[in-house]
Protein backbone atom coordinates (compact mmCIF):
# COMPACT_ATOMS: atom_id res chain seq x y z
CA UNK A 1 0.00 0.00 0.00
CA UNK A 2 0.61 3.44 -0.57
CA UNK A 3 0.74 6.67 2.04
CA UNK A 4 0.98 10.22 2.04
CA UNK A 5 1.95 11.87 5.23
CA UNK A 6 1.58 15.71 5.20
CA UNK A 7 3.23 18.21 7.87
CA UNK A 8 4.35 22.12 8.11
CA UNK A 9 0.85 23.22 8.29
CA UNK A 10 -0.41 25.56 10.94
CA UNK A 11 -1.46 29.17 12.80
CA UNK A 12 0.35 32.22 10.50
CA UNK A 13 0.09 36.11 10.65
CA UNK A 14 -0.72 38.01 6.98
CA UNK A 15 2.28 38.03 5.37
CA UNK A 16 3.94 35.42 6.99
CA UNK A 17 5.68 31.72 5.85
CA UNK A 18 4.75 28.04 6.14
CA UNK A 19 6.23 25.50 4.25
CA UNK A 20 4.58 22.32 3.66
CA UNK A 21 5.87 18.76 3.50
CA UNK A 22 4.73 15.27 1.97
CA UNK A 23 6.45 12.48 2.22
CA UNK A 24 5.11 9.15 -0.08
CA UNK A 25 5.90 5.70 1.16
CA UNK A 26 4.90 2.07 0.70
CA UNK A 27 5.55 -0.14 -2.39
CA UNK A 28 6.20 2.79 -4.99
CA UNK A 29 7.84 2.26 -8.42
CA UNK A 30 7.81 5.51 -9.21
CA UNK A 31 5.51 8.74 -8.99
CA UNK A 32 4.73 10.94 -11.93
CA UNK A 33 2.81 14.32 -10.88
CA UNK A 34 2.49 15.32 -7.56
CA UNK A 35 0.48 18.37 -6.36
CA UNK A 36 -1.25 20.48 -4.06
CA UNK A 37 -4.73 21.19 -3.65
CA UNK A 38 -6.71 22.84 -0.80
CA UNK A 39 -10.47 23.10 0.57
CA UNK A 40 -11.91 26.04 2.13
CA UNK A 41 -14.98 25.79 4.65
CA UNK A 42 -18.13 25.50 2.46
CA UNK A 43 -15.68 25.83 -0.77
CA UNK A 44 -14.70 22.73 -3.52
CA UNK A 45 -10.82 21.72 -2.92
CA UNK A 46 -8.98 23.17 -5.70
CA UNK A 47 -5.54 22.97 -7.13
CA UNK A 48 -2.74 25.29 -5.96
CA UNK A 49 0.17 24.23 -7.81
CA UNK A 50 1.71 21.00 -9.65
CA UNK A 51 4.91 19.22 -10.77
CA UNK A 52 6.07 16.46 -12.62
CA UNK A 53 8.70 13.91 -12.49
CA UNK A 54 10.29 15.93 -14.46
CA UNK A 55 9.91 18.50 -12.76
CA UNK A 56 7.67 21.03 -14.50
CA UNK A 57 5.52 23.19 -12.39
CA UNK A 58 2.00 24.67 -12.87
CA UNK A 59 0.16 27.54 -10.17
CA UNK A 60 -3.15 28.47 -9.38
CA UNK A 61 -3.43 31.94 -10.53
CA UNK A 62 -4.04 33.44 -6.72
CA UNK A 63 -0.72 31.86 -5.54
CA UNK A 64 1.58 32.40 -8.25
CA UNK A 65 4.67 34.56 -7.28
CA UNK A 66 3.81 33.51 -4.00
CA UNK A 67 4.01 29.68 -3.58
CA UNK A 68 7.05 27.51 -4.66
CA UNK A 69 6.31 23.96 -5.49
CA UNK A 70 9.22 21.65 -5.34
CA UNK A 71 9.98 17.98 -4.44
CA UNK A 72 13.08 15.13 -3.88
CA UNK A 73 12.64 12.24 -6.18
CA UNK A 74 15.20 10.60 -4.21
CA UNK A 75 12.93 10.92 -0.78
CA UNK A 76 9.29 10.76 -2.48
CA UNK A 77 8.26 13.76 -1.10
CA UNK A 78 6.97 16.89 -2.33
CA UNK A 79 7.04 20.57 -0.88
CA UNK A 80 5.38 23.49 -0.66
CA UNK A 81 7.07 27.05 0.08
CA UNK A 82 4.55 29.39 0.90
CA UNK A 83 5.45 33.13 1.67
CA UNK A 84 3.03 36.43 1.87
CA UNK A 85 0.35 34.54 3.34
CA UNK A 86 -2.70 36.05 3.00
CA UNK A 87 -6.56 35.42 5.03
CA UNK A 88 -8.11 33.66 1.66
CA UNK A 89 -5.16 31.19 1.81
CA UNK A 90 -7.00 29.69 5.17
CA UNK A 91 -7.77 26.18 3.96
CA UNK A 92 -7.21 22.26 4.71
CA UNK A 93 -4.13 21.55 2.30
CA UNK A 94 -3.77 18.12 0.58
CA UNK A 95 -0.90 16.25 -0.82
CA UNK A 96 -2.04 14.45 -3.95
CA UNK A 97 0.67 12.17 -6.27
CA UNK A 98 0.40 9.78 -9.11
CA UNK A 99 2.24 6.62 -8.33
CA UNK A 100 3.09 3.82 -9.96
CA UNK A 101 2.74 0.63 -8.07
CA UNK A 102 4.37 -2.71 -9.29
CA UNK A 103 0.99 -5.20 -9.95
CA UNK A 104 2.84 -8.24 -11.39
CA UNK A 105 6.76 -8.69 -11.82
CA UNK A 106 6.46 -7.28 -15.20
CA UNK A 107 3.13 -4.77 -15.09
CA UNK A 108 2.80 -1.70 -13.08
CA UNK A 109 -0.31 0.31 -12.92
CA UNK A 110 -0.36 4.39 -11.85
CA UNK A 111 -2.90 5.44 -8.93
CA UNK A 112 -4.27 8.34 -7.32
CA UNK A 113 -3.35 8.79 -3.82
CA UNK A 114 -4.34 11.61 -1.07
CA UNK A 115 -2.59 12.79 2.24
CA UNK A 116 -4.98 13.28 5.25
CA UNK A 117 -4.94 17.05 4.86
CA UNK A 118 -2.99 19.98 6.92
CA UNK A 119 -4.94 22.85 8.23
CA UNK A 120 -3.40 26.16 7.43
CA UNK A 121 -4.84 29.47 8.82
CA UNK A 122 -3.51 33.22 8.08
CA UNK A 123 -4.95 35.18 10.58
CA UNK A 124 -3.77 38.15 13.04
Known amino acids: QVQLVESGGGLVQPGGSLRLSCAASGSIFSINAMGWYRQAPGKQRVLVAVITSGGTTNYADSVKGRFTISRDNAKNTVYLQMNSLKPEDTAVYYC??????????????????WGQGTQVTVSS
Open 96 to 113: NGEVVVRITTTLTAPYDY
